[in-house]
């Protein structure tokens, strides 16, 4: 894949010293491309919070790397103690997103038995370049899987333009390289396919407009920025053929925790007849729940994301508030869509239906852990 900014990765080890991991810092897209490093597992955590970094599969990724800034700093004593409570740290980061807490446990459990930090570092570095790398080549499978849906809507369409709806950002920047919901797309246009991309702008931090957006020019995709009130209107003309989203949390029932107004999507997406995927990394899937209303943590942000927008003005960024002082906001950060209204879920190995079993056939060494 290419782009027209020098880095197609949304996170690294730095080249001249592979201490440092490297981001880029998603707060300053799309006016500037800023690279920050971090140093420090502390780091690590206030770049999840904050949002440098974002999107379910990159706080995974981003958490690997945590756990090894973690293990170049372990002080003599208990290590496995000290790992768990970088770990703690990471996962309190941000609630939502199930791959954080994957990746924690999972590195958390090859650490256990190590006590030597030498041993405990070489295995969380390979660690985290393994999760970096599997995350590349899962997102490159969903797209392959994906694509299937949009080339036979363009044969329908007599090879018109296929119009994908999409909404927050679950493209590369949400991930390493080739995003979730945005894999199939690019994978289409590589056989020449042709889409048009619908952005939902996505209120309050609007990663449509900052992120998707960009990202989608960066790569040359047509699409135009939308409010999020607009879905709804152009499914009723006709003028969306697919809806692609992406995931935070999706039980193994196949509800599904995604960027708040997900579930209004959804909602029109089924009056109008207009298929609704969500592209679902294995990583992304919580094997444990079944009820994503109840058990789904959803994450609560500062109303002030809210009462505020920020903006670039004369080569600066500034915040303007939009709401009155004493009024108060309330900011969820994600929704469930339940899995009724889901047509499906592109894994890395097929699509499936939203329903435990179909989700199973697919990953049937799953069935064990549940
Ligand atoms: O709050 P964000 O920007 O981290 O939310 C991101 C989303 O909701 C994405 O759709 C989701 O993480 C899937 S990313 C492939």
Redesign the pocket.
């Known amino acids: 894949m290419t782009t027209r900014t020098k880095t197609n990765r949304t996170i690294w080890l730095k080249e001249s010293d592979k201490k440092v991991v490297q981001i880029i810092d998603q707060r300053f897209l799309p006016h500037q491309v800023v690279i920050k490093d971090l140093k420090n597992v502390d780091e690590v955590v206030v770049a999840i919070r904050d949002?440098q970094v974002?999107?379910?599969?990159?706080?995974g990724v981003a958490a690997g790397f945590g756990m090894y800034l973690a293990s170049l700093h372990l002080s003599c004593g208990n290590c496995s103690l000290q790992m768990q409570e970088a770990g703690k740290h990471l996962k309190d980061a941000?609630p939502t997103?199930v791959n954080l807490a994957h990746v924690v446990d999972r590195v958390l459990s090859a650490v256990s038995k190590l006590n030597n930090p030498d041993d405990i570092q070489k295995t969380t570095f390979q660690m985290a370049q393994d999760i970096l790398n599997e995350d590349v080549q899962i997102c490159k499978q969903i797209g392959e899987h994906g694509l299937h849906l949009i080339e036979d809507l363009s044969k329908k369409k007599n090879g018109e333009a296929v119009n994908v709806l999409t909404?927050?950002?679950?493209?590369w920047l949400?991930?390493v390289e080739w995003?979730?919901?945005t894999s199939p797309i690019y994978h289409a246009l590589e056989q020449g396919i042709k889409v048009h991309v619908w952005v939902d702008e996505t209120r309050p931090?609007r990663?449509g407009a900052h992120l998707t957006a960009w990202e989608l020019g960066e790569r040359g995709v047509p699409h135009t920025l939308i409010s999020d009130n607009s879905s709804g209107y152009l499914m009723t003309r006709g003028l969306v053929d697919l809806v692609l989203?992406?995931?935070?949390r999706t039980t193994v029932t196949g509800d599904v925790a995604?960027?708040i107004g997900?579930y209004m999507v959804a909602l029109a997406a089924k009056d109008n007849q207009v298929p609704f995927y969500v592209?679902a990394p294995s990583s992304?899937i919580d094997w444990n729940m079944t009820d994503g209303f109840r058990e789904i943590p959803i994450?609560k942000r500062s109303e002030n994301e809210v009462k505020e927008i920020q903006g670039w003005c004369d080569g600066t960024f500034k915040k303007v508030k939009v709401a009155p002082e004493r009024t108060p906001a309330l900011n969820y950060?994600?929704d469930v869509t339940p899995r009724a209204l889901v047509t499906g879920i592109i894994t890395e190995r097929g699509i499936a239906e939203a329903r435990k079993e179909s989700l199973l056939k697919l990953f049937p060494e799953k069935r064990g852990s549940i």
């Open positions: 949002m974002r999107g379910a599969p990159l706080i941000r997103a909404h927050c950002n679950a493209g949400a991930c995003g979730t919901a931090r990663q989203v992406g995931t935070d995604n960027k997900t592209s992304s994450e950060a994600f």
